[in-house]
């Protein structure tokens, strides 16, 4: 068991160093290139590499395929358009106005958010123990703190 502890921190560490990189390297071209055309390229590539990878997940997993019914068809539209390629296009509009570090702050509040909808639609609060909402804390003071150095900055340089 404690084995899988190991793996999960030390996967969660690249995940996060290498979500990071991603921000940083975002920043860097977000603007020269405008986002639309950044968007096309990360979720078109990332696209393409996963289709082309179906298939060996099915051989390696041996499963079967199923396509999706008309209101799964529906909802996989409604989460690729909206809630991944517009919002992927707005944050790297709102890129070009902060720094990645602000950037990466924020997108570390989403599984906060998920877990709250979860609590809210699922009613699945019952299952939160103390360690949940002290690493929420800690979470929102370090945001809450960047927030307000942030804001100290840019009324001294004003």
């Given at each position: 068991m404690q084995q899988f502890y190991l793996k999960g921190i030390l996967l969660s560490i690249a995940s996060a160093f290498l979500a990071s990189l991603f921000t940083i390297l975002n920043k860097r071209i977000?603007?020269?290139i405008p986002p639309e055309i950044i968007t096309f390229y990360e979720l078109g590539t990332g696209f393409l590499l996963l289709t082309l990878m179906l298939p060996v997940?099915?051989?390696i997993n041996e499963s079967q395929f199923e396509l999706p019914g008309f209101?799964?068809?529906i909802y996989l539209l409604l989460l690729s358009v909206v809630c991944t390629t517009f919002a992927f296009t707005i944050s790297l509009?709102?890129?070009q106005k902060i720094d990645a570090f602000t950037m990466n702050l924020s997108v570390n509040l989403?599984?906060?958010y998920s877990i709250i909808l979860a609590i809210i639609l699922f009613n699945e609060h019952e299952s939160m123990g103390?360690?949940?909402y002290i690493g929420s804390g800690?979470?929102?003071l370090s945001v809450a703190t960047h927030g307000y150095?942030?804001?100290k900055r840019h009324e001294t340089s004003s």
């Open positions: 977000s603007n020269t997940w099915f051989i209101l799964d068809l509009y709102a890129l989403e599984p906060l103390i360690e949940f800690i979470i929102l150095f942030t804001l």
